[in-house]
């Protein structure tokens, strides 16, 4: 397979003679699922070690410790974003009217 565009992956615009590229994913998709969940797994993994401040190994236990307002703002933007994804999720369940594409 070639790179570059592909002909059949584009379409002429009415009549003003400007072409515009659509998104064509019907034979595949130009990405990755299984990157795109890898990274996703790291992404996470990094939160966890910020939310939890685990690799510090020069340190004792009194660096190692927050203060309360800290371990509470992340405490508190950490369930803000679940709740975002939750909301995401449950979203077109609960407003069956309205349209999401």
């Not at 130009?30 to 690799?55: K, R």
């Not at 992340?74 to 939750?86: F, G």
């Amino acid at each position: 397979m070639e790179d570059g565009p592909h002909p059949d992956s584009f379409q002429e615009a009415g009549g003003d003679g400007q072409s515009r590229a659509t998104d064509n994913e019907k034979d595949g998709v130009t990405y990755s699922y299984s990157f795109f969940h890898f990274m996703l797994f790291l992404a996470s993994l990094y939160i966890m070690m910020t939310l939890t401040n685990w690799y510090s190994p020069e340190s004792d236990y009194q660096t190692m410790t927050s203060r309360w307002p800290a371990v509470w703002v992340k405490i508190c933007s950490s369930w803000i974003c679940m709740a975002l994804y939750v909301w995401t999720l449950v979203a077109p369940l609960v407003l069956v009217n309205r349209d999401f594409d």
